[in-house]
C-alpha cells in the first residue's frame, strides 16, 4: 500500500510562490505517476498538474505558465512549485499517485490535502 503525504502550504500574498511537497512510502514511488489537484471551498475537486515516471508534466490551463511539477524518484517526493500566485489559488491542495493512470483517480492513493492561502 501506497501512503502519500503533503506538506509546504501556508499564507502567501498574492504575486508570492509556495512549494508543496508530496512524500510516499510503502512501495517504490517511481512506478507511480503523481498528481496534484485542489478544492476550493463550495466548488468541486480540480485538476491542477500531473507527472509520469519520467519527469514529463501536465497542467490545467489554469496554471500553466505560474506552476511547476517535479519530482526526485531517491527521496520519493513530488514538488509544485506555484508562482505568481492569486487569490483563486486558495485552496486544499492534495496530492496522489497512481500505477495505473498518468492522471490519478479517486480509486488511487491520496493525501490528506494541505491548505494554500493566498492574500490580495
Known amino acids: 500500500q501506497l501512503q502519500v503525504v503533503e506538506s509546504g502550504g501556508g499564507l502567501v500574498q498574492a504575486g508570492g510562490s509556495l512549494r508543496l511537497s508530496c512524500t510516499a512510502s510503502?512501495?517504490?514511488?517511481?512506478?507511480?505517476?503523481m498528481g496534484w489537484f485542489r478544492q476550493a471551498p463550495g466548488k468541486e475537486r480540480e485538476f491542477v498538474a500531473a507527472?509520469?515516471?519520467?519527469?514529463?508534466?501536465t497542467y490545467a490551463d489554469t496554471v500553466k505558465g505560474r506552476f511547476t511539477i517535479s519530482r526526485d524518484n531517491a527521496k520519493n517526493t513530488g514538488y509544485l512549485q506555484m508562482n505568481s500566485l492569486k487569490s483563486e489559488d486558495t485552496a486544499v491542495y492534495y496530492c496522489?499517485?497512481?500505477?495505473?493512470?498518468?492522471?490519478?483517480?479517486?480509486?488511487?492513493?491520496w493525501g490528506q490535502g494541505t491548505q494554500v492561502t493566498v492574500s490580495s
Open positions: 496522489a499517485a497512481s500505477s495505473t493512470m498518468l492522471v490519478p483517480g479517486p480509486n488511487d492513493y
Open positions: 507527472i509520469n515516471w519520467r519527469g514529463d508534466g
Open positions: 510503502g512501495r517504490t514511488f517511481l512506478r507511480y505517476s
